[in-house]
Structure formats: structure tokens, C-alpha cells
């Protein structure tokens, strides 16, 4: 028998047991598909999974791994791995994203994890062949189409990064959306670029005012082309613009690693190493959540709400299937 996994719908729940005449809509339900196991069960560190994405249609689902070759390519349908690319190119994996011509773009965080995890693995011996600080766009054969960013060289301009933590593409413009900065020792902005990747624009810097940050940790756009970006620690999604400008916060949502919006603006949203809050990206209300069996950091979904998730510390990538 499936294993159901409710989505409480938290606030009408809470209305309902302070005012028990209100009416309150049957939570929705998502159930794991645990014949989609991907990653060995016992996996070793290299299997620390960080980014997740798929395309539109869920027929292809990529996901980074902290190790050579980063990026993993597997079947939306049958969780088995097709493909390994990107080897050589990056320093530490982390952010993915796929876009609506089908191009894989991946993000290199570069900084690595903290020495007290013990997961570094093969982060030196990267950064010490010079790899680490750009975006890269990807065919879904591995082959580099744009790289932005100097390789290896941390900045703050135009033509460099510190940290970049994820990437997002306007499928009407073919506007790129980067975040850039892991940690308060690095960048702390919003970088914009044409399609053709010439520099357009950034935003933010470190602090935690409107319009400020502290580690962009991962970004998407809704259905009205605005920016929403997890400002995690700050403990708040931040929400512009695509020029910049900022139009309002959430802070109920807490300190968030991975955001993925569906076309008709359902939001699926990772709390730090633990559990997935599936809220409207249009206002920000908190729909429920999947509190079992997931302890995330990235997140994807395609055209269909299934969830597509990757766990660092539990090394795996798990799909959801909703009812």
C-alpha cells in the first residue's frame, strides 16, 4: 500500500479548531514514489546531492553531485540514471536549472562545505586546478554552449562571481537571473544578463533591510516574471522585479535552500535540511507541507506538480506524486 504523505493546510486548519463552523478544503496529498530510488541506498559521500531540476515535461531530471561528474542525468519516469556530465568543469556543485529550450545551466558555489562536516571531498584539488566561481549553460550532453563568471577568480563586478548559488531563465526573454553569495564572506547580490550573456544589471548587498541579503541561496521566477529569491539567512523569501525593484517579503516560510514554481504558480519550498512547504507563490500563503521522509535541499517540479527533491546530508533524490 502507498505510503500518503499529508499536506496539512496549516492555516485553515488552525481557523477551523478556533472557529469550528468555518469551512476548511480537504488537504491535498502527496505520496513518495519509492520504486524511484535513483542513488544506491547506501551511498557513499560522494552521493551528496545538492541541486535538483527537470524539464517541463518531467521526462529528464538532473541533479548535482559533489563529485566528478557533477551532474547526473536520470529518467523522470523510472529514476534510472541515463548519463553523468560536466566533469572538470566544477569546483563545488550547486545550484541547477534547466530552461524552456531544454539547456542545462549549473551554478559553482565554489567556498565548499564546512570543515566540521567532513564532506570536502574533492573541493581542494578543484580549486587548486583553478576551477570554481561561474555558471555554466550546458547542452544535455555535457557540451559548454556560456560560461559566466572568471574561471577560479572571486569579484564583484560584471564579469566575475563570489559564490554564485543558483540560476533561473526567463522563458519569455531568455533573461538570466543569477544569486551569488554562499556565505557572509562572499557576495550578497542578484546579477541580470541578456540571453546572449551580456551584463544588464545587479542588485543587493550584504545586510538584512529590503533589498539586502545574506546568503541568496536559491532563486525562481512566478508566473508574472517576478524574482523571488531565498534569502536564507535571513529567514525570508525576498520578492522583486526583474529589474531590481522590491515589492514585498515573506518571513513566514523560515530559512530557506531550494524554491521551484509550477506554471499556475504553486510553490514548493525546502526548508534548511528538512522539510518541503508547498505554499502560492502569487501572495505567499502557506498551502501545507511534506514533513515525512525528506530532509532536502534542493528542490524542482515540472508541468505536472510532481516534486523532485536532493538531500545533501541523506544523499539521495527523491519524487513525489501528487493524488
Request: aromatic residues 8%.
Amino acid at each position: 500500500m502507498r505510503k500518503l504523505i499529508r499536506m496539512t493546510v496549516a492555516c485553515a486548519t488552525l481557523l477551523a479548531l478556533v472557529l469550528p463552523n468555518i469551512a476548511v478544503s480537504q488537504s491535498v496529498q502527496y505520496h513518495r514514489d519509492e520504486s524511484w530510488v535513483p542513488i544506491p541506498e547506501v551511498s557513499p559521500p560522494y552521493w551528496e546531492m545538492n541541486g535538483a531540476a527537470v524539464d517541463r515535461e518531467g521526462r529528464r531530471v538532473y541533479a548535482t553531485r559533489r563529485f566528478d561528474p557533477p551532474i547526473v542525468e536520470i529518467d523522470g519516469a523510472t529514476g534510472k540514471i541515463l548519463n553523468e556530465i560536466g566533469s572538470g568543469l566544477l569546483a563545488w556543485p550547486h545550484g541547477i536549472f534547466v530552461d524552456h529550450e531544454g539547456f542545462i545551466w549549473a551554478a559553482d558555489a565554489t567556498v565548499g562545505d564546512p570543515p566540521s562536516l567532513g564532506l570536502m571531498g574533492p573541493i581542494p584539488i578543484a580549486v587548486k586546478a583553478g576551477r570554481g566561481h561561474q555558471v555554466f549553460k550546458l547542452t544535455p550532453e555535457g557540451e559548454v554552449v556560456m560560461a559566466l563568471g572568471t574561471k577560479g577568480v572571486a569579484g564583484n563586478d560584471s564579469e566575475h562571481f563570489n559564490a554564485p548559488t543558483a540560476v533561473v531563465v526567463d522563458p519569455v526573454d531568455g533573461d538570466i537571473f543569477i544569486s551569488d553569495g554562499h556565505n557572509d564572506q562572499t557576495n550578497a547580490r542578484i546579477v541580470k544578463y541578456s540571453k546572449d550573456g551580456k551584463f544588464i544589471t545587479s542588485w543587493g548587498k550584504l545586510g538584512s533591510a529590503p533589498g539586502e541579503f545574506n546568503v541568496p541561496h536559491a532563486l525562481a521566477l512566478d508566473s508574472q516574471g517576478r524574482v523571488l529569491v531565498a534569502d536564507r539567512s535571513n529567514r525570508r523569501i525576498q520578492v522583486f522585479d526583474q529589474d531590481g525593484g522590491f515589492i514585498t517579503q515573506w518571513p513566514q516560510f523560515g530559512a530557506i535552500s531550494g524554491i521551484a514554481i509550477t506554471p499556475d504558480d504553486m510553490m514548493f519550498l525546502t526548508v534548511l535540511q528538512g522539510n518541503i512547504i508547498i505554499a502560492n507563490a502569487k501572495d505567499g500563503t502557506i498551502l501545507g507541507e511534506i514533513t515525512q521522509g525528506i530532509r532536502a535541499e534542493g528542490v524542482a517540479t515540472d508541468a505536472y506538480g510532481n516534486i523532485y527533491a536532493s538531500e545533501v546530508f541523506d544523499r539521495s533524490v527523491k519524487k513525489f506524486v501528487r493524488d
